[in-house]
């Protein structure tokens, strides 16, 4: 049965997802929920809680509240607390409740922004999707909402790099790498959505000359920027060596560029990677090339649409992933997959915080010098 | 790194001198703040308490992944099962089904079947009105091997009513039989420690040759059910109090409610009551008030020898008496400065007004209150910190690194607070190390 798990746990849900997004941006992210989304977040979710200050905040929704349909106090509350705390924008998130019940966020959003004068905007998480789908379509406002106007002037060999959140990378100097990496190959990074940065590097991302979604989070921000400022967009993570090839694709501008290496020979003695699909696809690539193997990738998220390389697969659910991984020689995951595994394969652990949270924080790769 | 973020901001409205606090709910509410501490036990913690038991959750992803981790991290993950609710499963209206069908998809998949489970629903259960009547008795009949037991993860009902935490505390003991009273024994309920050796009720019933039993010490499933024997049920800890009435009532058991105290005559009267209940005649025929007291005191002023002038912080997670830990350190010379806590409990009443009159700049300070996240986690003074909310908070790394009340309870509880104050005034700790680890006392594999 898909939805039953014995042993593995989820992955890093939606609500999580918009708020490590957001984390660092200055705004105010309020989650409408009862209890618990806030402690799931801070504890499993977000390894910059302990000392470096964001405005996340639970509403502290009641059963009353929820059955009578009131929406004042979630809209006073949050008043009261961006009249005190003065955010850059007021993001809304949704949970299960608010979802059955329809609350009606982008409404509750206009409200905000009408009576406070701050930017606001609603996300539409239910809690029950993974944190790519959270913390994509977070992204993908921001890049609606606060990129600027285009200007028309393009920065020659620049970049912005889309989809960045510890989920994925880990602490900020793990993602600094991957800036490193392009750097070596001639290429500045103007952005980087989204840690790292001071929130107004924002304002400047119209002007790159491509973006990089580095990781499925970023492909509808990618999208946005496509269309309101012209900037193509490639797909793909510079991991180690497999960086030349990312910048290569930089300037022919070529969109997913692991999809055409990935089909290229095949080899035998089959390694299996499981997680992010951008980010196992572009290790796939290194190290097929590097270690002329040949890799699988299956995929437990759920936004794959076009990013898979031909003969990879999304896998939904414990029992599915069992199944698949039932002949696997070599697996390459995060540990917490170990119990599902053929006892006589090869593990090597990949820890990952969007599925692991920060059991393995200590361990953590940096993805960037991978292969 | 330390970032701040935002406009600064003053502490109005998330810390009040005492003199001037509302009771029992000094803050208004608002949104909430949740502090990087964990060392609170939540419901997966307190359920695998149960020997030979399993969790088995049944929820949205995001309320899946608090609870999944939580046993992960205490390495407890080959006792945790979970089924996933989808929108299709709301929308359809099939939460039944699915509820039933998971859970048995998971069973059908253990080599080994669990005694009991502890099945926990959740919020959405309770809104689109499951037939939770119908999922126990075709779970029931199903496995009937298998006790199920009835849990909630359902916070949305917490303002209102008794918290998660509390009816976990209560259906934990429902599978419970009836048996013969032992009249040796004395059954402790609803705490997640075991007393301590030497606490003063457990050291009443070694006097008397009698037996002292409490979940945390069950290590088998018949371990568990004797908890039935005892001829007198007995809690300490404040959301243990529902579960133990409801419990006591049902076995016909005669049940005492004794907090964890501060204040000498109040644990006297505890104490005079459990020996009256276990037959054990006068108190005074089993320890020595007197005696106890002059310990206490000695032990108290050692601990003020060593600390002095320094200011002390408490917080509510280290002991459901904060107000009362307050009081008798101030009436010992210790410099109290700030109290962390939310609401005061109702049995604070009392001290609360002599706080009020006798300690009026006494700050009681929020810890989910929006500005917490902001204001300066720092201090130009050592802080003593009783807990560890009071030590995030204050940015102190000398704190008593417990939560809950521990396995503390009477007059020794009071000697072992001011022996690991001491302890912690003298001995740094890494507090960001420590006070991020979920559930003190339980395994942490992070």
Redesign the interface.
């Known amino acids: 049965m898909r939805q039953s798990y014995r042993i593995i746990p989820i992955y890093t849900a939606d609500v999580s997802g918009v708020c490590s997004a957001l984390y660092e941006l200055g705004g105010m992210t309020v989650m409408h929920d009862p209890s618990g989304c806030n402690s799931t977040y801070n504890t499993h979710d977000e390894i910059r809680w302990y000392d470096q200050d964001s405005l996340i905040y639970i509403s502290g929704l009641t059963e009353i509240d929820a059955i009578m349909g009131n929406d004042q106090k979630f809209l006073d509350d949050i008043k009261e607390a961006a009249r005190e705390l003065h955010p850059k924008f007021i993001a809304l998130a949704g949970s299960p409740i608010p979802y059955m019940n329809g609350t009606d966020f982008p409404a509750l959003a206009q409200v905000l922004e009408e009576e406070t004068g701050i930017p606001a905007f609603a996300v539409p998480t239910n809690g029950m999707h993974d944190y790519v789908y959270g913390a994509g379509v977070a992204l993908e406002e921001i890049a609606k909402r606060f990129t600027g106007e285009k200007t028309g002037r393009i920065q020659a060999r620049t970049v912005n790099l889309l989809g960045v959140t510890p989920l994925d990378f880990g602490p900020v100097s793990h993602a600094e790498v991957l800036k490193e990496n392009l750097k070596a190959c001639g290429w500045k990074v103007l952005s980087t959505w989204a840690m790292g940065d001071e929130p107004d590097a924002f304002l400047q991302a119209g002007e790159a000359e491509v973006n990089l979604v580095v990781s499925s989070v970023g492909l509808r921000a990618a999208k946005v920027l496509e269309e309101k400022f012209g900037t193509p967009y490639v797909v793909g993570t510079p991991i180690g060596s497999y960086t030349e090839r990312i910048a290569k694709a930089l300037e022919e501008k070529e969109q997913i560029p692991y999809r055409k290496d990935r089909m290229q020979g095949r080899k035998e003695r089959k390694v299996t990677l499981i997680g992010e699909p951008v980010i196992m696809e572009s290790l796939a690539a290194g190290i097929e090339e590097k270690y002329d193997c040949r890799v699988e990738v299956l995929c437990p998220l759920e936004e794959t649409d076009g990013l898979l390389a031909d003969g990879d697969r999304w896998v939904h659910g414990e029992e599915e992933m069992e199944e698949a991984l039932k002949d696997a020689e070599i697996i390459v995951a995060d540990p917490l997959y170990k119990p599902i595994c053929p006892k006589n394969c090869e593990f090597y652990e990949l820890p990952h915080i969007a599925f692991s949270g920060r059991i393995y924080l200590k361990k953590l790769p940096v993805l960037g010098k991978l292969v | 790194?330390?970032?701040?973020?935002?406009?600064p901001?003053d502490e109005k409205?998330a810390a009040v001198a005492i003199k001037d606090a509302a009771f029992p709910v000094p803050f208004a509410?608002?949104?909430?703040?949740?502090s990087?501490v964990?060392g609170n036990w939540n419901i997966v913690h307190t359920g695998m308490l149960m020997p030979e038991a399993r969790q088995i959750y049944v929820?949205?992803?995001?309320?899946?992944?608090?609870v999944?981790?939580t046993a992960?991290?205490m390495n407890a993950?080959?006792r945790f099962?979970?089924?996933?609710?989808?929108?299709e499963n709301?929308l359809n209206g099939n939460l039944e089904d699915?509820t039933i069908?998971?859970?048995t998809?998971?069973l059908n998949?253990?080599e080994e079947k669990p005694k009991a489970v502890l099945l926990f629903t959740v919020?959405?259960h309770h809104?689109?009105g499951c037939d939770l009547e119908r999922v126990f008795q075709e779970l029931e009949e199903r496995f009937p091997k298998i006790t199920f037991i009835r849990c909630y993860?359902d916070?949305?009902?917490?303002?209102?009513g008794p918290t998660p935490d509390q009816k976990l505390r209560k259906a934990i003991y429902e599978p419970l039989p009836k048996r013969k009273a032992d009249e040796k024994a004395v059954s402790f309920l609803g705490s997640d420690f075991a007393l301590e050796k030497n606490a003063d009720l457990k050291r009443i019933v070694r006097a008397h040759q009698g037996i002292f039993r409490e979940l945390p010490e069950c290590k088998s499933w018949e371990d568990y059910l004797a908890l039935s024997e005892g001829k007198l049920f007995v809690s300490s800890y404040p959301p243990s109090k529902y579960g133990a009435e409801v419990l006591s009532e049902r076995l016909k058991r005669s049940y005492l409610y004794l907090p964890g105290s501060f204040d000498y005559e109040e644990i006297t009267a505890q104490l005079e009551n459990f020996c009256q209940a276990m037959g054990y005649g006068k108190l005074e025929e089993t320890i020595s008030v007197e005696e106890e007291i002059a310990a206490c005191e000695k032990v108290l002023e050692k601990a003020h020898e060593v600390i002095g002038d320094t200011a002390v912080a408490i917080d509510y997670l280290y002991h459901p008496r904060p107000l009362g830990l307050a009081k008798l350190l101030l009436t010992h010379g210790f410099r109290v400065i700030q109290i962390y806590l939310d609401c005061i409990s109702p049995e604070e009443k009392a001290e609360f007004e002599w706080l009020k009159e006798h300690a009026p700049d006494l700050q009681l300070i929020a810890t989910i209150q929006?500005?917490m996240?902001?204001l300066p986690r720092t201090s130009d003074e050592k802080i003593l910190a009783i807990g560890q909310k009071a030590a995030w908070f204050t940015g102190s790394p000398y704190f008593v690194n417990m939560v809950q009340g521990g396995g503390l309870y009477g007059f020794d509880g009071i000697r072992r607070t001011a022996e690991l104050m001491e302890e912690a005034f003298t001995e740094e700790k890494d507090t960001?190390d420590l006070v991020?680890r979920?559930g003190w006392g339980c395994e942490s594999?992070?």
Do not use: T, W, Y
């Open positions: 790194m330390l970032k701040r973020v935002g406009h901001v409205g509410p608002g949104l909430e703040f949740n990087p964990h929820c949205a992803d995001n309320c899946m992944r608090g999944v981790l992960a991290e993950a080959d099962s979970f089924v996933i609710v989808k929108e709301l699915i069908e998971g859970v998809d998971v998949k253990l919020c959405l809104f689109l993860m916070p949305i009902m917490q303002k209102h929006v500005k996240r902001v960001e991020v979920k594999c992070i």
